[in-house]
C-alpha cells in the first residue's frame, strides 16, 4: 500500500443549503497539488425524486435561486439523470481509483456543505462513505485566506464539475508546492 495522497475536489449542486438536501448533481476532478495538474472528472446529474426518497429535504429559497441561475447552469435539469444511490455508488468506484479510502482528500466549498450533505447521503442510503472523516478539506477556507488570487471560472458556473474544476484550478494557484 503507498503512502501517496490523492486530492480530489468535490461540487454539489442541491435544492437545499442543508446538511440532508436533496442533490441533483455531484461533480469531482482529480489533482496533484505539488505537479500543479488537474487529473479526470465525474459528473452526475442525479433524479431528484430519488434524492428527495432517501431523505433529501427542498428548500424554498433554493428553488428561487436557481430560477434566477444562467440558461446554460439549469440545463442539467433537462439532462438524463441517475437515481441517487446509482450516482453514489458510481462516485464511490471513481474515487476508488484514485486511492484507499485512508489515502484520499476530499475537498469541498465550506465545512458545512458538500461533503456534509454527501457524508448525509452515503449514511441515508446505508453506503459506507469512500474516504475517510480526516481526510475532509475545505476549499472556502483556504479560498478566504488568499483574498488577492483570483478564481478564475472554467465552463458553466454551477455546473458541479466545472465548479470543481475552477476550485481545484484556484487552490493548486493558491497552495500549489506548498501542500504535503
Known sequence: MTDKTFDIMLDLETMGTGPNAAIVAIGAVAFDLQAGTIGDRFYRVVDLGTSVAMGGEIDADT???WMKQSDDARAMFDRDSVPLSLALADF?????????PDNVRVW???????NVILSSAYRSSSRTQPWRHWNDRCYRTVKSLYPDVKL?????????VDDAESQARHLI?????QAQ
Open 108 to 114: 469541498g466549498n465550506g465545512a458545512a456543505f458538500d
Open 152 to 160: 478564475e471560472r472554467v465552463g458553466t458556473h454551477h455546473n458541479a
Open 63 to 65: 428553488m428561487l435561486w
Open 173 to 177: 494557484a493558491v497552495l500549489g508546492g
Open 92 to 100: 464511490s468506484l471513481w474515487l476508488s481509483a484514485h486511492g484507499a
